[in-house]
């Protein structure tokens, strides 16, 4: 098996395309394998007729194992400097003659008259590397991997950044140190609690198949709503009653997977995400189905202020079943937004742009306020046909703002 | 001017007799005759009514050392060859090894074993015992690797109250110089780092610690890797801190040894490294013995059936490369 | 003088007959049956505790070997001597000097025993007083006792010094009872090796041991001096222990003594020794030595029927207050034991 690439320690045989007996041309390709980066193929050093094939078909060997021997002629060997198997043997032959050049070389304890003389005795000066206390991906993660990783509070998605160089491409622990090495000289923050939250939280919600889906929803019955209103609603609270409202109708859409049960949720508790400093909070407005939107806007205000202020209480921020935000505010038009680890389904709204909308009443384009709405949701609980409906509906209810 | 392994055997055991009236040695061949290897060569001329030819009955020679030794003598006793220690191991681990838990009376007696292959010496002239002893509780095993211990830890191990066996390679007698049977020394119980690296800890022992540095040398060649080579010294007591930090400082472990592949010395080492120093580890530990079979006699056979230079480097290749 | 099964004739050895009845004297031949008597005692004592169930691991007693044993340990000199007993040797041990206690703390598991619960029943001794802790396999104390004369004499100590052991017809086909014997001999040691013949090796008889007519013919092959003794006899005993005794202290050399008696237990007190045949138990040897001595003692007047009567009774009591003693003590505790095999401590 020869040396496919840097980081290749193995590779499988996918085909071995010669028999016992096959005549055979030198540098042909006689055996194809499979990497973890490519298929690639094995070939000849030398012309000759296949005398033994030592390998198999779906079987993985590390670099470096004979697969098959192929007998040549003198000639042959002369041409290509190829070296046989018969000159290894004799290399690694243990009964030197006394003196010969190779007594030394191959067997240490050959010749009689052979002998060695101690050096003195030695201290190491090497310090290496430190002791840890108590993955290309993710690979094998050796023990001393782990403890350093905990050590330096790294997960396996910290390291993905680094190539590694062990066997099947494995980052090893002399990988992460270079790295980490080499990162020290970049500048640097420490990263705030805050920023640790959301990244935990994050990560754990990416473990799942999400996707989202898209819907123009036209904002301009709201906005008028809102003209008209006092107190006035914020944008994010009309689309949290309509969502709320549209999940009522179908609990199963915001329900999680335990199992082989999808567990529905018992009150429409629905969450606001709240920028704050270097993160994000979301605190919880209960029972949003059974409240106006002039009921909740006190209630809403409070939560997001004491958002903003970091005076959340964990009370606040917990039992959400579905999480609504508003990236309109950045000023973006589009977003996937990523639900809460523990929730199926995160509704977003872009800002609003005036365009043009067609019209068909008045058949020309008139102008109109679109925001787009994304819906991401655990594509293991919801479809793109159910998240469609669900969007349906709420653009429908968008568009009757005083009802909410 | 040079001391060979076997001088500084022979060295120690007269500054013994020399110095301490409680020391005496029984062993076949030993007398006028200077024994098989001439540990003893001049002794018995030197020290009359002190070395003693033994009859071939080793089980009685270790039985009448026990006694010797529990009336206060440090008698060594040589076994022509370790391999025919095997006649005498009741004695050695029955008698001798429990007699301290037993009796709360310790055997400061001392076992000479001519351990390890030769060319052509064949499955009863090549064995290596530590394992086997080292297994029993109650014995001290020693296998000095270089000149200075063979001398130093010889004199240690008579100066213990508890049986000791103390295996001498065959083939480091004459093979293996030093310019001087060097002053200081490390005590019995601590490993000694022969060769410093940060890639990967060979932990050897006897004549495997020289085939280890020749195999370090090539790696050291081939690629610029720097293999740290750890001499045990002592199979029991084990210095397990030594080698803990030396896996600690390369993350690799290789344990090799001239005894049968079933358990015994690079088993213990590795099971102890992977349970005291798990996260230590970077690759799984390896080891590397002898083949599953008795030693054989030809010397083609017999070089492939033991460690070597190049069957090291092999392994350390594949440890590298994990 | 023979019986049964087993016959035998004393074959031509250079043995000359002892003349020197120095052994026949009333202090030796009392101090021998005393011991003979609390070794009874305290066996039958040990027996029934055993059939209770108080005692863990096995039980083997000497009945029928007292006058063997008792003879050589009473002719021993404590603290100066070397005395390796057997499994049937309680009769020595209490002659040489081991206190009764030491047999029943071992045997009732007591921490104060001298065993400390590391080992139990006869594998127990004072190694310092002279006494070796026998290990099983039987045949290793020869060479051990060799090891402790010759010790002496490198420290030029052996004059006037005796080592002895005793083995069993069966330990005689071991390996370490030929190397031993041959070594000891070799070089000229005063070890005494007295080999009760009690014809049984655990349930194997002697003609599956040994093909020689008798044991004592092996004393030429090992360059020794060669004595049959009817074991069954207090007097004929105490003639030819003793006096081999001294013939290996004056520097005779090593001596080897067969005595013939029959094992009136079974192998331990596991074993009913249903094996043994009536016809022997019935023979010459199948006598009590305790019986024979009383009859002798008395007949001989060294020792009236009362004062044997008053050491039974003193006997019965001693060995009561040992057994109750030994049965209060501790136990050892696993918890605060030394778990060390080595004397050394390695840091």
Known sequence: MPQLGESIAEATILRIDVAVGTLVRADQEIIEVETNKAVMGVTTLCSGTVSEIRCQEGVSYSVGT???????????????????????????????????????????????????????????????????????GAHYISPRMRARMDDLGLREADI?????????????????????????????????????????????????????VGLPVRLDRVLDHRRKSDPKPGLTLYLLRAFAIALSEDPASAGFLMGEKVVHPRAFDIGVAVQVDDGVVVPVVRKVDQKSLPELVAEYADLVDRGRRRRLTEADLKGG????????????????????????????IGAGVKKPVWSDQVEAFVPATEASLALTFDHRVVDGGGAGLLLKRISELLQKPEAL | MSVTYIDAIREAQAKLLREDPRVFLYGQDIATFGGAFKATKGLAEEFPGRVYDAPISEDAMIGLAVGAAIEGMRP????????????????????????????????????????????????????????????????????????TDAYHMLLDGVALDDPVIYCEHKFLYRWLKAKSINGEHLPIGQARITRPGKHATVVAYSAMVHEAIRAADRLQEEGGWEIEVVDLRSVKPLDMDTVLASVARTGRLLAVGEAFPWGGVTAEVVARVAAEGFHLLDAPPMRLNARDTPVPYHPK??????????????????LLSF | MNSGSLAFRVPELDVKPFADEAFLNRDYLRAAFRSMLRARVLENKLSSLYKAGKIVGGVYLGRGQEAVSACLGAALIQGKDFFAPLIRDQAGRDAFGEPMIDCTRTYLGSVLGPMRGRDGNIHRGRPKNGMPAMISHLGAQVSLVAGMLFAKRQKGELAGVVGATCIGDGATSTGAFHEGLNLAAMEKLPLVIVIAN????????????????????????????????????????????????????????????????????????????????????????????????????????????????????????????AVAQAQQEPTPDPFTEDWRALSTRFS
Request: glycine share 10%.
């Open chain 1, 160 to 212: 993905s950044a680094i190539a590694g160089t062990g066997a099947g491409g494995r980052v090893t622990v002399e990988d992460l140190e270079r790295f980490i090495e080499y990162i020290e000289t970049w500048p640097s923050s420490q990263a705030s609690p805050m920023r640790l939250a959301v990244a935990d939280a994050m990560r754990r919600s990416w473990t799942r198949p999400l996707a989202t």
């Open chain 1, 66 to 136: 004979l697969l098959g021997l192929l007998e040549v002629t003198e000639e042959e060997v002369a041409r290509t400097g190829v070296e046989t198997m018969e000159a290894m043997e004799a290399k690694r032959s243990i009964v030197p003659e006394p003196g010969s050049p190779r007594a030394e070389a191959n067997l240490h304890f050959g010749a009689q008259d052979d002998s060695y003389e101690e050096a003195p005795a030695v201290v190491p000066s090497v310090k290496g590397l430190p002791v840890p206390t108590g993955t290309m």
């Open chain 3, 198 to 321: 009690n014809q049984f090796a655990y349930s194997t008889p002697t003609d599956r041991q040994f093909a020689c007519r008798d044991l004592v013919e092996k004393a030429r092959g090992y360059g020794v001096a060669g004595h049959v003794v009817d074991g069954t006899d207090l007097l004929a005993c105490a003639s030819v222990i003793g006096n081999a005794v001294k013939r290996a202290r004056e520097g005779g050399g090593p001596q080897m003594i067969v005595a013939h008696l029959l094992r009136l237990s079974g192998h331990g007190e596991h074993d009913d020794g249903s094996y043994v045949p009536d016809t022997l138990k019935a023979g010459h040897y199948g006598r009590d030595c305790l019986e024979i001595a009383i009859q002798q003692l008395v007949a001989q007047g060294y020792a009236t029927a009362e004062e044997i009567q008053t050491w039974q009774d003193e006997t019965a009591e001693e060995v009561q207050r």
């Open chain 1, 321 to 348: 079943i579905a999480t609504v935000t508003n990236f309109g505010t950045f000023g973006l038009t589009l977003g996937t937004p990523i639900p809460l680890p523990n929730e199926t389904l995160i509704l977003g």
């Open chain 2, 76 to 147: 060594i006793v040589e076994m022509q060859f370790a391999d025919f220690s095997s006649v005498a191991f009741n004695q050695i681990v029955n008698q001798a090894a429990t007699h301290f838990y037993r009796t709360g009376v310790p055997v400061p007696l001392t076992v000479r074993l001519p351990s390890g292959g030769t060319p052509g010496s064949g499955p009863f002239h090549s064995q290596s015992m530590e394992s086997i002893y080292a297994h029993y509780p109650g014995l001290v095993v020693l296998t000095p690797a270089t000149v």
């Open chain 2, 301 to 318: 056979l017999w070089a492939a059936h033991r460690p070597t230079p190049e069957s090291i480097a092999v392994a350390i290749r594949q």
